[in-house]
């Protein structure tokens, strides 16, 4: 795993390159449809996964002072935006803006949400960031939601002609790749009914290529995959425990998911220039 030094100092170095490379091969396939080559997971590595979503500690709120959560999230945010510039390049053939901005709003508090929605915004909760307990774990919400972005899932779910999250006046989708139901993020001001429906607005596969974007961004921006994801195992414990499910049946079951993450992060460490791999379906 390179050190996050010579992440960051060799990210500037690679962008034009790997730009370059990616984004003639991009809009080439853009007829036929670009994805990546997902990593595939073992029965075993799925059960070693459920074994350590069981032994996880109980979900708490972060002992770190209200005040530090703006601060964090700008920060984190400031250090995962440039080496997501070349995936802008590349996917979008522009630069990303993105917008992340923290709901402090009582609704915001109360709530362990993120999202994505449109012109490249993300949204936390600060309910969310209390339940984070280091950069590392805000970096992984984060840099999952710039996935979707880069991805261009938002598009493809309007194309889709997602019903809830057009009622609602907005797409959005599930934020972080491990939570329950307390974590799906919803149209703004949409109704219990319109809510429900909007959980769905990203498909299994699109949940999948966003957790492997992000532990690439997360590498790029020299912050080790590994042990971002311990946000999501604590919530994956908690949605256990309380015995939540329903919405999540077109989502990857945490222990798959934990599985696939560990899975991208072996396949990060190996990859001599953190480009992440492309496969194309017809």
């Not at 209390?130 to 939601?145: C, G, I, K, L, S």
């Not at 307390?182 to 498909?203: K, N, T």
Request: proline content about 6%; charged content about 20%; hydrophobic content about 45%.
């Amino acid at each position: 795993m390179p050190q996050p030094g010579a992440v960051r100092s060799g990210a500037e170095r690679r962008r034009k390159a790997w730009t370059s490379r990616y984004l003639l091969a991009a809009v080439a396939l853009a007829g036929c449809g670009t994805q990546h080559a997902l990593p595939s997971v073992t029965a075993e590595e799925v059960r070693n996964a459920a074994q350590t979503i069981a032994a996880a500690p109980v979900l708490t709120a972060s002992p770190r002072d209200p005040v530090q959560d703006g601060p964090m999230l700008e920060r984190v945010t400031a250090r995962l935006a440039p080496p997501a510039e070349p995936f802008c390049d590349a996917y979008l053939g522009r630069a990303c803006a993105f917008q992340v901005v923290l709901d402090a709003s009582p609704s915001g508090a109360a709530t362990m949400s993120a999202e994505a929605s449109g012109a490249g915004r993300i949204t936390v909760s600060t309910g969310m960031l209390r339940a984070m307990a280091t950069d590392d774990e805000t970096a992984a919400v984060v840099a999952h939601e710039m996935g979707h972005h880069l991805a261009g899932h938002l598009a493809r779910g309007l194309a889709r002609g997602s019903a809830a999250g057009i009622a609602a006046g907005s797409i959005v989708g599930a934020v972080i790749p491990f939570g329950g139901l307390a974590a799906w993020a919803i149209g703004q001001g949409a109704a219990e009914l319109g809510a429900g429906a909007a959980r769905l607005a990203f498909s299994k596969e699109e949940e999948r290529e966003a957790d492997y974007l992000a532990v690439y961004l997360l590498a790029r921006a020299g912050y080790d995959p590994a042990p971002a994801a311990s946000l999501w195992v604590r919530l994956a414990r908690r949605d256990r425990l309380s015995g939540e499910a329903g919405v999540l049946d077109r989502h990857p079951s945490d222990p798959e998911r934990l599985a696939a993450w560990r899975r991208t992060v072996q396949e990060v460490r190996a990859s001599p220039d953190l480009v992440p791999r492309l496969s194309v379906t017809r």
